[in-house]
């Protein structure tokens, strides 16, 4: 099993930069694929960065892309999403995932994922 524990959300202002983090507990080893996802209210939960466990296979969303920026430290156990210019439309529970898939078997479908984290709010405030 691996726990994943998101931390760094809360109320930002429009344009802010916050980093999430994602600490990553107990079968570490089997965390090839790590991924951000995130759900609006009334909506459904939706892709947003991807990172493999090498430095090649990164992925974006288009509404994120050029904005946010996906890496992790395997040292460390833990995979961050630095966040620039946020947008109202961003406001959401931002989940952290983990798949034992390697990437690009795994990419964004969140069936994918093996592993959640209690997921992080984040509001953007205009």
């Known amino acids: 099993q691996v726990q994943l524990v998101e931390s760094g959300g809360g109320l930002v202002q429009a344009g802010g930069s916050p980093r999430l983090s994602c600490a990553a507990s107990?079968?570490?080893?089997?965390?090839?694929?790590m991924g951000w996802f995130r759900q609006a209210p009334g909506k459904e939960r939706e892709f947003v960065a991807c990172?493999?466990?090498?430095?090649?296979?990164?992925e974006y969303a288009e509404s994120v892309k050029g904005r946010f920026t996906i890496s992790r430290d395997n040292s460390k156990n833990t995979v961050y999403l630095q966040m620039n210019n946020l947008k109202p439309e961003d406001t959401a529970v931002y989940y952290c995932?983990?798949?034992?898939?390697?990437?690009?078997?795994?990419?964004?479908?969140?069936?994918?994922?093996?592993?959640w984290g209690q997921g992080t709010q984040v509001t953007v405030s205009s």
């Open positions: 995932a983990a798949s034992t898939g390697t990437w690009p078997r795994v990419r964004v479908r969140a069936s994918d994922y093996d592993y």
């Open positions: 107990g079968r570490t080893f089997s965390t090839n694929t």
């Open positions: 990172a493999g466990r090498s430095s090649g296979g990164i």
